[in-house]
């Protein structure tokens, strides 16, 4: 008898099993792995679970509910149609479209489950979710608590005891977790959060940085009504979900707006750190958390063994840089975040119904891949650097991008030169292929910018892009021998600390000091840039088209300034950047008067 084990979210709910001593998330029939947890009635009354009834939710929220969840255990009643609901039979609707999920994927029925809860979940919010369960037509197994879930898919089952810190942001609620495993045993020593604080309210944030946008090119708002500020919501989760894997994305709505007679659109490219800059503090306030479920758990951030990140938020690039800076420790990664509660779950499931299971495979990449750039050193500019974009054993399918930017005078073309490898001389490596960026306008060194994006997919397949700012698009190069490599999350733990190793002994220095004969190297012309330094040049070049002539001039030449310092490597550089910095602060201040 197979049992399955849900992830059942405030956003979104999963259903997975194991099978054949593997454990997998089922998909929904639109191949879709997670379902929204929404519930609601068209118009005609039929009943939507799921992305039917989150789309219907902008347009008819009287009859639609989302983040149940938040009542558990309560008396709260929600209205639908003409019919009241209690927190436990919404929840039930929920369950009881994952446990038919769960039947048209394995063509069996299903009646045997293991439920994961928030850590801090009471025993009436427990046992709330135990008789959702049973309404759903479900025997529920056990409860269990979300860390210990994701805490499970790393198969900690070892006899020495390891303290994990579970970091959970996912669209609305926010939990950190200190745990203690020891064997089969898991004890949650401290548990914290913010069951209002989520990737819901970085979307909300930047549909208001948007707005802002659209009202400064057009002089005019963005419409009030409830469709027009759903749409840009829902750009503004696209942008936030593209900025994970990119430096820069670009917002295309049309028709937003009118004014008189025309038609109004947006469209803009948005750095990262613009994106960042938004939300640092409120993730600020989750470090605030760590420390207090630290203090709670009598633990110092060294006495932490692992962090494991869940949630879908756990997947923007600051948040894992945060967690790192203010732990001293790179959190684990290797199983996705947002699906690593239900697999847990369904590990514990079939543990329960004596099903044998093995460690959980992940896809990573063998080698490391990049460019062969220039790098900046105190004798100058060393070409044939390997300047990695994925690093090896970076867990599949992944997309990263980096920023470069020319480094000659009036350079027209750039050559972007594909390698997989570890060696810091991008030629000692495996070539991979190569092409062309051509007929750059002619620019002062430094001018221009070059996003070059890896996209790496499950079947092996390595698209690389590059995209000169501003312009779009220039070149793709499609590489399908990259290959992958299969490593249980104990052998991906292992590798890591391996390279970790490696590095600790080979120091920074080595780049800068070596003696490679240069002349042998290849020449390359692109040198990479901080993805800061890259945001501030972009918001100067869209500046520079607004000001005045005087203005353009100073700035103008404050940016030759930063190009030099920035090619020759100089101790100038942070100033300058300062300098650029406070002066797009004032010019953006006088545009608000
Ligand atoms: P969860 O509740 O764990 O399913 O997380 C849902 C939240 O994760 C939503 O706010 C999503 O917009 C967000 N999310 C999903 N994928 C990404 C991504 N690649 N980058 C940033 N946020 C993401």
Known sequence: ?????????????????????????????????????????????????????????????????????????????????????????????????????????????????VITVPAYFTDAQRQATKTAGEIAGLEVLQIINEPTAAALTYDLRSFETERVLVYDLGGGTFDVSVVEITGEVTEVLASHGNNRLGGDDFDRLLQLHLADIFRKQHNVDVPDDAATQARILGAAEQLKIDLSSHAFATVREAFLGTKGKTALHLEREIARADFEKLIRPLLQETLEAIDRALTDASLESEEIDRIILVGGSTRIPLVQQMIEEHLGQAPTDGIQPDLCVALGAALQAGVLVGESVDAILVDVIPHSLGIAAAVATPIGIMPG???????????????????????????????????????????????????????????????????????????GILTVTTTEKGKGQQGTLVVNNAGIQKLSSHQLTRAKADLEALFDFESDETIETSTIDISTTIATDVVEITPELAALLDSAQKLLETIDEEQALELQDLLEQIEDASANNSAELPDLQEELEDFLYYASTNELE
Do not use: C
């Open 385 to 459: 650097y390997f300047s990695v974009i994925i690093p090896r054993n970076s867990v599949v399918p992944v997309s990263r991008s980096h920023v470069y930017s020319t480094v000659m005078d009036q350079q027209q073309i750039v050559e972007i030169e594909v390698f997989q490898g570890e060696n810091a001389i991008a030629e000692e490596n495996v070539p991979l292929g190569s092409y062309k960026v051509e007929n750059l306008p002619p620019k002062p060194a430094g001018g221009i910018q070059i996003e070059v994006n890896f996209d790496f997919d499950l079947n």
């Open 1 to 113: 008898m197979k049992a399955i084990g849900i992830d059942l979210g405030t956003t979104n709910s999963e259903v997975a099993i194991v099978e054949n001593g593997q454990v997998r998330v089922l998909p929904g029939e639109d191949g879709d792995l997670i379902l929204p947890s929404v519930v609601g009635f068209s118009d005609t009354g039929k009943l939507l679970v799921g992305r039917p009834a989150l789309r219907q939710y902008a347009a008819a929220p009287e009859r639609t509910v989302k983040s149940i969840k938040r009542w558990m255990g309560t008396e709260h009643k929600t209205t639908l149609g003409d019919k009241e609901y209690l927190p436990h039979e919404v929840s039930a609707i929920i369950l009881r479209a994952l446990k038919q999920r769960a039947e048209n994927a394995l063509g069996e029925t299903i009646t045997q489950a």
